[in-house]
């Protein structure tokens, strides 16, 4: 229990001076100040689940890549099919490196025939940036980074009910498309993507929209939701998260996200590694688990099957809704929903079975 | 009541001390969601590692404040470990110990020098 310091070189959204005023708890997230929560992660999360939630993701990153030969270029840097997508869509993917190590996990927006931008992790900002221009050689493209922007999400069942109120147009924004928008002059982009299960929107657009657009939603019965929420809530949908789920040296097929990569796509950078790890043994899967008893299985613990270590759980926590502890492992060797496995909880051993994801799924 | 540098809070009545964690520990840890407790009967010595609170964001170590016998624990947390968030020093309370040495009490911090580190 350190008591919290931020370094001078921590980054601070526009709208810090809010999450402070909210009573927020920052904490230190991929080199920004972050709220990591206001009321509590446990009555944030099902803000989300059962009503509406608010998150301020300004630490994450909005690329434009315009050009003849942005399609070409953003094809073949991901794993997820680019070419031929609808203008007006949005798209998960992930991107490899020649070796098939991870480099990011994005979404990619088709604005134009020649304009689309992707938007990145924060953690991966700088990174994505070098690796887009570097693998842009040879293309006609441009490349930029968006300066002076925030995203906000807004997220759960009554999101479109409260993005109705500011913007008429969200009935056409369907799950994984979006819509540019104007807003008091400056470009809005409203966007029916998440990292939630719980449905809802994201915006994209300058620091001063957003702060009002944040005012707005605030004077609603909208509810502020941190850092700690986002984790359960996308650990309940076995969303990955880069660094944990995904990495440098965690391939995407072996990973949740495993279902981006479309063998039929002609060529992507890294395919010829992920198909030779596809057909070899040494392959290793993600899966969902539920604990069976009490404690955690917090990331790095081991996991085993019969007293022998198969792997290590990847991202671990309480589910809030199923009110047991859930976690993604990555582990070597087949197995199957229902199997028996167990997390070695700082040296007790606890039951725990293989579970389908997603773990939680919403009551139709 | 005396308190640790660890976060622990004990009270004593006789030679038995009720043991918990300070409401200042129990904001900075948020939401508790399990608690491992520690057997009955067991033997401990002061700073020792006994339980064990997750909650929605770490796990963290429930130390001994003084060395003894564990002779309760409370029960109830197993299924509402949030008592202690919201009675941390009243029903949320850990465990209990006959202490070995009571010299040991006089060690611990005061009210005034618990806060004196938290503020």
């Not at chain 1, 929209?209 to 502020?224: G, H, K, N, T, Y």
């Not at chain 1, 998260?241 to 072996?254: C, F, K, V």
């Amino acid at each position: 229990m350190e008591p919290l310091s931020f370094g001078e070189d921590v980054r601070k959204t526009a709208l810090h001076s809010r999450h402070q005023a909210l009573g927020a708890k920052m904490v230190e997230f991929a080199g920004w100040e972050m709220p990591l929560q206001y009321k509590g992660i446990i009555p944030e999360h099902h803000a989300v689940r059962e009503r509406v939630g608010l998150f301020d993701v300004s630490h994450m990153g909005r690329v434009k890549v315009s050009g003849p030969d942005a399609e070409t270029l953003l094809d073949y840097l991901s794993t997820n099919l680019i070419t031929g997508k609808k203008i007006g869509s949005a798209t998960y993917t992930v991107w490899c490196h020649s070796e098939g190590g991870s480099v990011d996990d994005l979404i990619v927006y088709r604005e134009g025939e020649d304009r689309f931008f992707v938007v990145v992790n924060a953690s991966n900002r700088e990174k994505d940036l070098a690796h887009l221009i570097r693998e842009s050689s040879g293309y006609r493209v441009s490349i930029e980074a968006c300066k002076e922007e925030g995203i906000l999400a807004l997220q759960g069942p009554l999101a479109q009910n409260a993005m109705r109120t500011l913007f008429p147009d969200v009935e056409e924004v369907k799950p994984m498309t979006f819509l540019p928008l104007l807003y008091q002059g400056k470009e809005l982009i409203l966007s029916g993507t998440g990292y939630t299960g719980a449905g809802g929107y994201e915006l994209y657009g300058a620091i001063s929209s957003l702060i009002q657009i944040w005012d707005r939603f605030m004077a609603q019965v909208v509810e502020p939701v941190g850092l700690g929420a986002r984790d359960t809530l996308r650990l309940e949908m076995g969303f990955a998260l880069y660094g944990h789920e995904l990495s440098d040296t965690i391939s995407p097929n072996e990973s949740v996200s495993a279902w981006t990569v479309k063998w039929s796509k002609p060529d992507f950078l890294g395919k010829k590694r992920l198909a030779v790890l596809e057909q070899s043994s040494h392959k290793r899967q993600q899966l969902g688990i539920v604990l069976q008893e009490g404690g955690i299985g917090r990331e790095g613990y081991p996991v085993l099957k019969q007293g022998e270590i198969i792997g290590r759980v990847t991202s671990g926590t309480f589910s809030p809704s199923l009110r047991k502890a859930i976690a993604i492992i990555l582990v070597e060797g087949n197995f199957k929903e229902g199997d028996n496995l167990e997390v070695d909880i700082r040296g007790k051993r606890v039951a725990a079975e293989v579970a389908s994801l997603p773990f939680w799924r919403q009551k139709k | 009541m005396k308190y640790t540098e660890s976060h622990e809070w004990i009270e004593l009545s006789g030679k038995i001390g009720i043991v918990g964690v300070t409401d200042y520990a129990q904001k900075e840890l948020g939401e508790i969601v399990y608690v491992e407790l520690p057997e009955k009967g067991r033997r401990v010595s002061s700073g020792e590692e006994v339980a064990v609170l997750e909650s929605t964001k770490a796990a963290a170590d429930i130390y001994s404040p003084v060395s003894g016998t564990i002779v309760e624990v409370n029960e109830r947390l197993k299924d509402n470990a949030q008592l202690i968030n919201e009675s941390p020093q009243g029903e949320g309370w850990v465990f209990k110990i006959a202490l070995d040495h009571l010299s040991e009490w006089d060690s611990l911090l005061d009210e005034k020098g618990y806060l004196a580190l938290v503020m």
